[in-house]
């Protein structure tokens, strides 16, 4: 990807650590994917019924990687506070999706993959929201 690269041509460069940032980013635009693929997969599986909450924390964390590494992504004039906020929130949400997921791991292949998705994308947030708070 691009990332980094994109966000070292920005004239206001915000971002102090962009490394970090590209991995937050990136991380979630992996688990955006990811989950948005665990969600319709698991819609296919014969216990559909059983995997609702699953399914309702895929798309969840899905939307919220979505929005973060878009407002991420800027850094004309960040607001620290709704970043951090985004951050957090992403990082927590995929905690929750991780942790469900990794209830059907051992049965299901997309949701394990899943899981380590969501658990790489915490790591990258939290990591990221430690550079947000530096320089906040």
Known sequence: ??????????????????DAIARCIDGCLDCLHTCTSCADACLAEESVADLRRCIRLNLDCADICDVTARVVSRQMEPDAHLVRSALQLCADACAACAAECERHAEHMA???????????????????????QAVS
Do not use: F, Q
């Not at 990807?1 to 962009?18: C, H, Q, V």
């Not at 394990?112 to 947030?125: D, F, G, L």
């Open 1 to 18: 990807m691009r990332t980094r690269e994109m966000l070292k041509t920005s004239p206001s460069g915000a971002w102090t650590d962009i």
């Open 110 to 132: 997309h949701c394990r993959i899943c899981a380590e998705a969501c658990r790489a994308c915490e790591e990258a947030c939290r990591s990221a929201l430690e550079t947000v």
